[in-house]
């Protein structure tokens, strides 16, 4: 959750490196555009984002009252979500009403509406808890053994990660693409 408000210019400027992550992001107060700096592809104005794997550096032109309510994902979960492929997804920021039940538009609303920020967090927590009933997907074992990369200390091998899933290199490489929208190697 990001929130401030300041006087001063009505938008301010920040970078955001490349994360392996995968996003929903709740625009609650404010706006927020963003521009690629290799290809320069903007996009902006938007209540409610989805985020997909990041490869290059963003730019991203906050305004000066700021509420966002962010979700990250573990590794594949929004795939696990929303049944797309993750790599349809790489290095874009689209408006999640078109992914969404139409239920989406009035989470800003309630949003609003909060006195706390667990109550915000329950809003968000409660949608998408009706979302995994609607269209959500079976773990993969995949899902599984890509939990492994967060909880070592050192980063397993592609073919560790392979193993763990029960499936060959090369297939675990296919569906890791299709779930985190980069390879193995590059995550």
Do not use: W
Not at 99 to 105: D, G, H, N
Request: contains cysteine; aromatic residues 12%.
């Amino acid at each position: 959750m990001i929130n401030f408000s300041f006087a001063g210019s009505k938008f301010f400027l920040q970078s955001y490196p490349p994360r392996p992550e995968h996003c929903l992001s709740f625009y609650v107060k404010g706006v927020e555009n963003v521009e690629y700096q290799k290809s320069g592809v903007k996009n902006g104005n938007l209540s409610t984002v989805l985020f997909g794997q990041q490869t290059e550096v963003t730019n991203r032109f906050n305004s000066s009252d700021f509420l966002l309510i962010q979700v990250v994902f573990k590794p594949g979960g929004l795939y696990r979500l929303t049944n797309i492929p993750s790599n349809c997804l790489t290095n874009q920021y689209i408006d999640a009403q078109t992914v969404f039940s139409k239920e989406i538009k009035y989470v800003n609303e309630k949003i609003l509406e909060c006195k706390s920020y667990l109550q915000m967090i329950a809003v968000v927590e409660n949608f998408l808890l009706k979302e995994t009933k609607h269209k959500s997907c079976e773990i993969h074992p995949l899902d599984i053994a890509t939990t492994k990369i967060f909880s070592s200390d050192t980063i397993p091998s592609v073919d560790v990660l392979a193993k763990a899933a029960f499936q060959s290199t090369r297939n675990f490489e296919r569906h890791f693409m299709q779930r985190m929208g980069v390879s193995p190697k590059y995550f």
